[in-house]
């Protein structure tokens, strides 16, 4: 009796143990809402509302300003955030008077876009590519920022995109979600390993690895990284920038002194500077 007693408990424990870990990713695949009050109109700038539907039937929304220009960027927003965050905000102001279309929008399962899980930089391609469809021009740029830069770099293999700055971007993704387990949740990162596999249950996604699209992309690249950045260390970002330059001749990296996206308020000027001087030179 006491044997079948220890074995209930244990039995009840790991099933404690493990409904946890699911817990724990169920909580990283579905990310709170962010929706925010500011709009482009606050800047005096015309816009339109969108909404276009992806490869997975999920309709994704944004915003749309039209300077009835032949070229176009695209801004992408990281993992929790939306089109409203900072850093989103500040770049329709950087750009507010230049010569180009800009396209906000926000992917699934963030802001007003569906979708019940993120996939953190996998499914997503599928949000980008359904409004690159819709609204690329003769020359595309792509603006993004932690998962968003993920997206940035990918979408350099898609023939409609000219070029892409990447803030932030996660080139290891494993060892970023376990930083990421830390930054957001201040929970071990070796739980990391035990609740990815329900991570990737729950969302039907798959890691993918930035690092390996280093020897494929040959299009102009700017890096973005910061020096405090406490999910993503400069070392990672500069392997991928080490190995993609023995093919790309126009990749460049930048290192500032703020933490995770948080350049373009560290060292507003510079970081304003540099984006403006790549995106004239190659958009």
């Known amino acids: 009796m006491p044997l079948l007693i220890l074995s209930i408990i244990i039995a009840f424990l790991l099933s404690l143990i493990i409904a946890f870990f699911a817990y724990v990713a169920y909580r990283m695949a579905k990310p709170p809402r962010e929706i925010g009050d ?17 490869k997975d039937g999920l309709k ?23 089109r409203w965050t900072f850093y989103i905000k500040k770049m329709v102001e950087f750009l507010k008077d230049e010569p180009y279309n800009l396209v906000l929008f926000d992917f699934r399962a963030h802001g007003e876009s569906e979708g ?7 499914k997503e391609i599928e949000d ?5 469809n819709k609204f690329a021009t003769e020359k595309n740029c792509v603006i993004g920022y932690s998962m968003g830069g993920i997206i940035a770099i990918r979408s350099l293999l898609e023939d409609k995109v000219s070029c892409a700055i990447a803030d932030s971007p996660p080139i290891m993704m ?26 990737y249950l729950f969302t039907g996604g798959k890691t993918i690895n930035v690092l390996e699209l280093a ?34 001749r126009n990749v460049s990296l930048w290192i500032n002194s703020g933490a995770h996206v948080r350049g373009i308020v560290a060292d507003e000027d510079e970081y304003r500077s540099r984006v403006m001087e790549f995106i004239r030179e190659h958009a």
């Open 38 to 54: 500011w709009t482009p109109q606050d800047f005096g700038l015309k816009y339109t509302s969108f909404e276009v539907e992806n």
């Open 60 to 82: 994704i929304r944004g915003w749309f300003i039209n300077k009835n220009s032949n070229k176009t960027i695209f801004l992408l927003h990281g993992y929790t955030v939306s």
């Open 116 to 122: 019940n899980y993120s996939t953190v930089g996998d």
């Open 128 to 132: 980008f590519r359904a409004v690159l």
């Open 174 to 199: 494993d060892r970023t979600g376990k930083r990421g387990l830390k930054y957001f949740a201040n929970l071990p990162q070796w739980i990391y390993y035990f609740s990815k596999p329900f991570f």
């Open 215 to 248: 020897e494929m992309i040959n299009k102009p690249l700017l890096l973005i990284e910061g020096e405090y950045d406490p999910l993503v260390k400069i070392g990672e970002v500069l392997e991928f920038h080490k190995r993609n330059s023995k093919i790309n």
